[in-house]
């Protein structure tokens, strides 16, 4: 008897032993070759509990940082919505006041006109032409977001510099849980790139976040 099997047998009743090498005689194995195979299986399966309760520490705080940006991008998109009315207001001010003020508009033939909180936009008036006065015939009202979206189409939003586990499963069609198993392999980058809808690698970060690598 070697010194494991001496060890096992020391931790366990006879009544144990005898069913065990029963058992073992049955299946024509031995009996610490079947211990060693139960406490693998065993590790293993605490192995995974502690798996899945790491991904689901993990799904919570992401979730909470994504309904973050999700307020976040909702402020931001009231307060456009906001200045796009206050300009709208203004316009139609500037359209009162040209109609009967030719002070106003010899002003605005002298100077470039910029709207204010709309950097790298100018309505400049070329040398030796004036502006007209707003009517009927040539006046266009301001057009809403969706105006615009439905006539340019929407913009390609530009690559993130970071996405969370959740945000990275999704853009790569897997589930979360598929992405934690995988971060860790040696061809991780040519793995995520082959899923991502646009050929992006990615590789994991020490922040916990995934980075993609720029071409």
């Known amino acids: 008897m070697t010194k494991k099997s001496a060890a096992i047998s020391a ?88 109609n009967g003020n030719a002070d106003a508009i010899n002003q605005l033939n002298q100077n470039a006109v910029t709207i204010p909180d709309m950097e790298g936009v100018s309505c400049n008036v070329p040398e030796g032409e004036k502006m007209q006065p707003p009517t009927d015939d040539n006046w266009e009202p301001l057009m809403s977001l969706n105006e615009v979206e439905e006539k340019y189409g929407k913009p390609e939003p530009p690559l993130p510099e970071s996405l969370n586990q959740t945000q990275l499963a999704k853009r790569l069609g897997i589930g979360a849980s598929t992405l934690h198993k995988a971060r860790n392999r040696a061809d991780f980058s040519e793995w995520s790139k082959g899923k991502d809808p646009n050929g992006v690698a990615w590789k994991y970060g020490t922040d916990k976040k995934y980075h993609p690598l720029q071409a």
């Open 11 to 98: 931790r366990v009743s006879e009544a144990t032993k005898q069913r065990l090498n029963a058992y073992a005689e049955r299946v024509g194995e031995k009996a610490t070759d079947i211990i060693e195979k139960a406490i693998h299986r065993y590790l293993d399966a605490q192995e995974d509990v502690a798996t899945q309760d790491e991904i689901q520490d993990e799904t919570h705080t992401e979730d909470n940082a994504i309904q973050n940006e999700i307020q976040e991008s909702k402020n931001e998109t009231q307060l456009l919505e906001q200045r796009l009315e206050a300009l709208e207001d203004e316009i139609k001010k500037l359209r009162i006041d040209t």
